[in-house]
């Protein structure tokens, strides 16, 4: 594989930036869809109650994935920088670190949330008549969460070594076979059991050990740099040092996930106040700006990558290089799917919308709102260029205070004010100010500080 110190020193380094992320935006939107695709299965063959009984699910596996994805994170920053710096031997430590960490917190979760399933469900307020119906489906999906949990991590350790064309093929594969087996497994077709509610979740633990699988077969075969051979697999073990590093890396990240959710719940009970057609209408905006997030946050994940990189290959001055190309392609790509957002506004809500009037709702706030995409694009490049160097705590409190001291207070009073539509223009001032804050805190003291790699 080509080291990406050689890369970052291209004259046309735009164009690995650019390779190294297509993948990623395609991989991001694939697992979206495959979710959609699944929930789709579920409504169609089994109707509003199984609907229900799975979305109960949705905040536990929140909270599991804040975990999962902070943890990844970090890792991800340690496994950039030992790449970076060509130390293979450090790489594989972080690799077995990190999958320690997984493996026994994936088993816990998966024993405690059997044990407890009923018991967490009826914390969560679930409707009696479907809990024969989640119970079961929940109990499936926290008994297979150490299979997903492997799963992320290998795969974004994977684009700390600058490959994020393999966790794409992963994804496919668990897509296409969530696809075939969720529906096959509901109907009890060709012959299989008719085994109802917990299809997709027996469907999502096939996926996930067929890719495992794959992956250990495909590396060894390609003799890739994280191949999981003998060589590996003996460094799965407890590191203290790694570990204290890892999680100092990760808890704020899963933190700064945890109170995003709490504010949409915040945000979406002010909605709910205006009827069911603004609920209707804030679920469509969500679908499409989640669609035009994707890419800015692949290119923070791009630009946090390389930057790893290049500080453990101890050429921090190329720093400036990898945050003005994001920058770069935060206001090209963003920018052009923002303006295509506008454009085709109508059409966008109707793949969501069928009722006119709801539909004119939708468009009137997307217009609100769809600009400031781009400027949180442009604070998520700078809070990852910062994390690359373990800057993390100032980051995620500049996140955390624009939520709760900006957005939910705004969307408060501007809502008094202009009604549904002050909402959005709070969410639109939180991101504003969230660029403005985090470009700041970066320009003016973190690229004042020393700089030099983590381990």
């Not at 905040?59 to 943890?71: D, K, N, Q, R, W």
């Not at 495909?218 to 590996?232: E, S, T, V």
């Not at 945890?258 to 469509?284: D, E, F, K, P, R």
């Not at 809502?415 to 804050?437: E, P, R, T």
């Amino acid at each position: 594989m080509t080291s990406r110190q050689q890369l970052l020193h291209q004259p046309h380094f735009w164009k690995t930036f650019l390779i190294f992320l297509l993948p990623l935006i395609a991989t991001n939107i694939l697992q979206n869809l495959s979710g959609t695709i699944n929930t789709v299965f579920v409504g169609q063959m089994m109707g509003v109650d199984a609907i229900a009984a799975i979305s109960v699910f949705f905040p536990i596996m929140f909270f599991l994935l804040a975990f999962i994805i902070g943890l990844s994170s970090g890792a991800t920053v340690l496994v950039g920088q030992a790449w970076g710096a060509k130390n293979i031997e450090k790489v594989r430590s972080v690799v077995g670190s990190t999958l320690f960490l997984t493996l026994i917190g994936g088993c816990i979760i998966a024993l405690m949330g059997v044990i407890f399933s009923r018991d967490l469900l009826l914390l969560l307020g679930i409707d009696p008549k479907v809990m024969h119906l989640s119970l079961p489906y929940v109990r499936w999906m926290l008994a297979g969460s150490p299979l997903l949990f492997v799963y992320i991590i290998y795969t974004s350790i994977l684009r700390g070594v600058g490959d994020s064309v393999t966790p794409l093929i992963a994804l496919g594969m668990t897509s296409i076979i969530g696809v075939i087996i969720t529906p096959v497994l509901i109907g009890g077709y060709f012959g299989f059991p008719k085994l109802g509610i917990i299809a997709p979740a027996i469907a999502t633990i096939v996926g996930y050990t067929a890719v495992l699988i794959f992956l250990y077969v495909f590396l060894n075969k390609r003799n890739h740099p994280l191949k999981p051979d003998r060589h590996l697999l003996s460094h799965i073990r407890h590191d203290s040092a790694l570990t204290k590093i890892i999680l100092r890396l990760s808890i704020p990240t899963a933190i700064q996930m945890v109170t995003t959710s709490i504010a949409g719940l915040v945000i979406i009970g002010l909605v709910n106040q205006y009827g069911a057609h603004a609920t209707a209408a804030y679920g469509a905006v969500n679908q499409v700006l989640n669609y035009i997030q994707f890419p800015a946050l692949s290119i923070a994940i791009a630009a946090s990558i390389f930057a790893a990189q290049a500080i453990g290959a101890g050429k921090s001055e190329l720093l400036s290089k990898v945050t003005k190309t994001a920058l770069g392609m935060n206001i090209i790509i963003t920018g052009i799917l923002i303006s295509l957002g506008y454009l085709f506004s109508k059409y966008l809500m109707a793949l969501f919308i069928t009722d006119a009037d709801v539909m004119v709702l939708g468009q009137q706030l997307l217009f609100i709102v769809l600009w400031s995409i781009l400027f949180f694009g442009a604070s998520a490049i700078f809070a990852s260029i910062m994390r690359a160097s373990g800057t993390v705590n100032v980051p995620m409190m500049i996140n955390i205070g624009s939520i709760l001291l900006i957005e939910i207070p705004a969307a408060y009073c501007f809502s008094k004010i202009w009604g549904l539509q002050g909402i959005w223009y709070g969410y639109a001032l939180a991101f504003f100010s969230l660029c403005i804050l985090q470009g700041l805190y970066f320009q003016f003291i973190w690229k004042k500080k020393k700089i030099q790699a983590l381990i």
